[in-house]
């Protein structure tokens, strides 16, 4: 074994989950590669992209919000129910979101990976690039290295973490994850579209670096299941949708079709207007929630970010990054400690768990966890954001003809679709999902 | 009521897009095809959840390419047969994301 092959700790994925692990490990001293199959980190990330609590970065860097390549702090969120031809919004401000470490800014993913990870390096990781990692290396049941896809390609080190994204093969190799099934998983595309600053301000009432995180639900996609989003960048938007697999299997309707059909809603064509499309894009998001969650260590692994499926889609939320961070840190403290103690066991390994477990990352995914299967509910997706929009329609008409009130317009709108017994059931799952 | 939203779509051809976006393509297919599996299903989920439309049934069988695949993994999960054998491109090959 080559002494330059063996290190303290390697880990596979330069995303923000492994990036940030990278970065607490070497900054404690310790030798780590930090390994990523693109050109360069970032090259194969995708999401929205907004990343929501970055402050968890103030840990490790103080005033990031200076130099980390934000594009915009989110102000604005709004949450529209389409119809066919209609939109219900709710739409909040705050300036209270406008002061660092921010609530969420949007990002872009090239640029921002590639600079999380560049602090990593300058903290002393070896970052080793175009390089993807096939299997793990094991010594009876403990994993001791990774094999790399070329000649000479083991790297050895007691603790490897795996943040090596979505279709984590190594999370499954080591026989923590299982093989996904259709409808825990969902796909996103979308399109960055160039408007320009000024035009960015004006047309979403922005002012400065303020932005707006927005998402649509019901006519956005049609009959499938899911849901579309709007974000604002500095000079572009960042639009997309994201169907749940099985069901856009079962609808037959092409993504691409679904996210030209979204951009020509009579509610959504008016904002992306003249916008030039730059790049299109996709990605596979583990949208399962809390039974998605693997095993997340054995003697010498641990598995972070989107990975271990910690992706937080729980109706009005829609977190993933702060997820793989948080993750990415409590993986980097469990292995110092593992480091402290020279003992590499699942044992010890498994106080990563517990940390997750203290923080957000567990907590809010257990606690949501009826969320999705509240969320991919027909009536829900397709027949609820209908019959709200038709509800505004007959509360605003004026027709010179007397009025009713305003309770037994919505309830008869409602109740020509849908009995009261299901009306009640949906009501007591929605709180039962988000509320209570 | 007029359906104008579904009814008056104007779909951007997927090669269109798939022009954007950056890819280093390998001589070295990543995907794999069981083609012989394909025949008979009627489903194909493949060819309607593949964002960059690489699936296509014609005459009966199985046409595919890997060139401009955008690597989400949405197919093989889709594939209730489990004809599509999928893998990470060589390091550094495939698709570059710059601009998302």
Request: glycine share 8%.
């Amino acid at each position: 074994m080559h002494a330059q092959q063996q290190f303290d700790v390697i880990v596979v994925g330069a995303g923000p989950a492994g990036s940030s692990a990278a970065l607490v490990l070497a900054r404690a001293g310790l030798r780590v590669a930090l390994i990523e199959r693109g050109e360069y980190p970032g090259a194969k990330n995708v999401s929205g992209a907004v990343f929501y609590a970055p402050g968890l970065l103030a840990e490790l860097l103080p005033t990031f919000w200076d130099e980390a390549p934000f594009e915009r702090y989110i102000t604005r969120r709004v949450l529209t129910f389409l119809g066919r031809e209609s939109a219900f919004s709710l739409d909040f401000h705050t300036r209270h979101f406008a002061l660092p470490p921010y609530n969420g800014v949007t990002v872009l993913r090239p640029k921002f990976d590639r600079w999380l990870a560049g602090k990593a390096v300058e903290a002393g990781a070896l970052l080793i690039t175009s390089t993807v990692v096939d299997d793990l290396l094991y010594e009876g049941e403990r994993v001791i290295g990774v094999q790399c896809r070329r000649d000479d390609g083991a790297l050895y080190a007691p603790v490897v973490i795996a943040a090596d994204g979505a279709n984590s093969f190594l999370a499954k190799k080591a026989g923590l994850q299982r093989e996904f099934s259709a409808e825990e998983m969902s796909l996103g595309v979308k399109e960055v579209l160039r408007l320009g600053v000024r035009t960015i301000e004006e047309r979403f009432h922005l002012t400065g670096d303020e932005g707006m995180a927005s998402e649509y639900v019901g006519e956005a996609t049609g009959p499938i299941k899911g849901g579309a989003f709007l974000y604002t960048n500095r000079e572009t938007l960042s639009l997309g949708i994201i169907v749940q697999i099985a069901s856009l299997a079962q609808q037959r309707i092409r993504p691409y079709e679904l996210l030209d059909r979204f951009k020509q809603h009579p509610a959504v064509a008016p904002l992306v207007r003249d916008g030039v499309t730059l790049e299109y894009s996709a990605h596979m998001i583990p949208e399962g929630g809390w039974q998605l969650v693997p095993r997340l260590a054995r003697a010498g692994l641990l598995v972070a970010g989107d990975a271990a499926a910690l992706v937080f889609a729980a109706g009005i939320f829609l977190e993933g990054m702060n997820f793989a961070v948080a993750s990415g840190l409590a993986a980097a403290e469990t292995a110092l400690e593992a480091h402290r103690n020279s003992d590499f066991s699942a044992a010890t390994l498994s106080g990563y768990r517990k940390r997750l477990e203290q923080s957000f990352v567990l907590q809010d995914l257990r606690r949501f966890r009826l969320t999705p299967a509240f969320v991919n509910n027909e009536r829900l997706q397709n027949l609820y954001p209908e019959l709200l929009c038709q509800a505004a329609e007959q509360v605003f008409r004026s027709e010179g003809r007397p009025r009713k009130k305003l309770g037994s317009t919505i309830l008869t709108t409602l109740r020509s679709k849908v009995s009261l017994w299901t009306l009640l059931r949906d009501g007591w799952q929605a709180g039962r999902a988000l509320f209570f | 009521m007029q359906e104008l939203a579904s009814e008056s779509v104007v779909t951007q051809p997927i090669e269109e897009r798939l022009e954007l976006v950056r890819f280093k393509v390998d001589k070295r297919p990543h995907i794999r095809v069981h083609t012989e599996a394909c025949r008979g299903c009627d489903l194909t989920p493949c060819v309607y959840v593949c964002p960059a439309g690489l699936f296509e049934i014609l005459g009966g069988e199985m046409h595919f390419s890997y060139e401009h695949c955008l690597e989400c993994g949405t197919c093989y999960v889709a594939c209730e047969r489990k004809a599509i054998e999928w893998e990470y491109p060589r390091g550094g090959w495939g698709v570059s994301f710059r601009a998302s």
